[in-house]
């Protein structure tokens, strides 16, 4: 048998404890909690979800708020894209849509163009900004928008697109003519002027070039189209139940008065003028116009009771001081408060009323036109010359040899409404003894025996004046009237050639 071997010895002051597996150890083995990956990882990816949901939520609130007045991305307007932009920029850009409309019409082999302010055609911008507006007011929309074209809207006003037709096509379409009122003077009475239809196009044709150009953005070719008749507005038959209202109107007595005085009867043909046969929604109707009412104050009324001022004329010294007035100023008149006075005249001819208007009158000033003579007389030939320097300002005539005063009379010229011409004349005649006659309007008069008369130009001339003594004032048809003795010095003074001054 093999030996067996020693067993070595155990170090000193070591201890080896052997603990044997028991009963109460394998039981809290089994129930002490170990560690779970898959609690783990679901802890994470909550938490995970948590924050991404988080993120969501503040970055909706945020794009949610960036976008509260603007358009939200990926859309736009009949191919313009009009992402992030706000109301009135998308107003601007379909302001420029509206702005580049070009419309080519072709009819009977006739082209022509045409904008759409032209045509009546226009982009309802309203209706498009509505469209947008809905969108940006829907909660975290940015997270379900998708791209977006919104449809550009057109309309076409019908009556402004068959005027522009029938101004430029003539032979195809043409405008209805209403039946109207029409005064005939001989007979004081209105007549009826008959109705014609007119042509135009057809509503299906208008809608077929609003899809148009919706689609192509305001720009489109159209031939061939459609006609339809157009009824006019105003048919014979109403215009005949109006013409009785009309004509029952022409025999209505409107006067005008100021202080108890009648000044002014509208006529049958002024009442005429006055009436318009206009289209209602329940039929046309016969009114008087308040325009034609004040056209008729302004260009009638006004001139009859109305009265033009009076222009004052002087004459002034170099300093402005008066010397004397060769017209005298008077205030004119007229209407006062005219927009109370076409009320009046508007009510007195509907009614059918005879009434009397009392109207309010107010002055109107006059002008004043002043003149002054010149300082020194124009030459008048050499320096021995005779002449008679006559100043109406001061009612005189100097006798002047040359540059050298003779004597000075006092005369009378002619009165405002008969003044004394004004200028360099020259005598052409000379009578010692004539009878004078003559009318000036209704002024007429006879004078013989009239001595010293010394004509200058035309029939005005100086000459003795036996019948009056005004001398001094303005008062004659026009000629200068002197006394017998100061008449035959001017006489003796100027021969035939000589100068006359008058100024």
């Not at 116009?289 to 009324?301: H, M, S």
């Not at 001061?394 to 050298?404: A, R």
């Not at 006879?446 to 004032?473: C, I, L, M, S």
Request: proline share 8%.
């Amino acid at each position: 048998m093999p030996k067996a071997k020693p067993v070595p010895p155990l170090p000193r002051h070591s201890t080896v404890t052997v603990t044997a597996p028991t009963a109460r150890h394998a039981i809290r083995t089994a129930i002490k909690p170990q560690p779970s990956y898959r609690r783990i990882l679901a802890i994470v990816a909550a938490t995970f979800t948590s924050v991404l949901i988080a993120a969501a939520l503040c970055l909706g609130f945020i794009t949610d708020a960036a976008y509260a007045d603007r358009v939200l991305p990926k859309t736009t307007v009949a191919g313009r894209d009009i992402s992030g932009m706000t109301a009135a920029q998308v107003g601007a850009l379909l302001n420029q849509v509206q702005n580049a409309i070009h419309v080519e019409l072709t009819i009977d082999g006739t082209t022509k163009t045409a904008t759409g302010t032209d045509l009546g055609i226009w982009v309802d911008g309203p209706k498009i900004l509505t469209q947008v507006a809905q969108q940006s007011q829907r909660p975290f929309w940015i997270y379900f928008h998708g791209p977006t074209d919104i449809p550009l809207t057109v309309e076409i006003n019908k009556d402004q697109f068959n005027s522009w037709l029938t101004r430029n096509f003539p032979t195809s379409y043409t405008p209805p003519s209403d039946a109207g009122l029409n005064f005939d003077p001989a007979a004081n009475l209105f007549t009826v002027t008959s109705s014609v239809p007119g042509t135009g196009v057809t509503d299906t044709d208008l809608e077929q070039i609003s899809s148009s150009l919706a689609v192509q953005s305001g720009q489109g070719s159209f031939s061939s189209l459609s006609s339809e008749e157009i009824p006019p507005a105003i048919s014979d038959e109403q215009a005949e139940s109006a013409q009785q209202w009309a004509n029952q109107r022409l025999s209505t007595q409107c006067s005008f008065s100021y202080d108890g005085q009648i000044l002014y009867t509208l006529s049958q043909a002024d009442i005429a003028s006055l009436i318009t046969l206009t289209p209602r929604l329940g039929g046309p109707e016969a009114s008087v116009d308040p325009a034609k009412v004040r056209t008729f104050i302004a260009d009638t009324l006004t001139a009859a009771i109305g009265i033009a001022p009076t222009t004052q004329k002087l004459i002034t010294d170099e300093q402005g001081n008066t010397l004397s007035v060769t017209q005298e100023g008077v205030p004119g008149r007229t209407l006062a408060d005219t927009d109370s006075l076409s009320d009046q005249i508007i009510a007195c001819v509907e009614s059918g009323q005879s009434s009397q208007i009392a109207v309010s009158l107010t002055d109107v000033p006059y002008s004043t036109e002043s003149s002054t003579p010149p300082a020194t007389p124009p030459p008048h030939g050499s320096e021995n010359a005779h002449w008679a320097d006559v100043n109406l300002a001061t009612q005189t005539v100097t006798l002047m040899n040359g540059s050298t005063p003779g004597p000075t009379f006092q005369l009378s010229s002619g009165a405002p409404s008969h003044p004394t011409p004004t200028g360099v004349f020259h005598v052409y005649a000379k009578v010692a003894s004539q009878s004078l006659s003559g009318c000036v309007e209704d002024d007429c008069y006879y004078y013989p025996n009239v001595h010293w008369a010394t004509w200058f130009y035309r029939d005005y001339g100086f000459h003795e004046a036996y019948w009056h003594q005004e001398f001094g004032k303005p008062v004659s048809h026009g000629c200068l009237n002197l006394t017998y003795e100061n008449a035959q010095a001017v006489f003796d003074w100027l021969s035939i050639s000589d100068a006359v001054y008058v100024h």
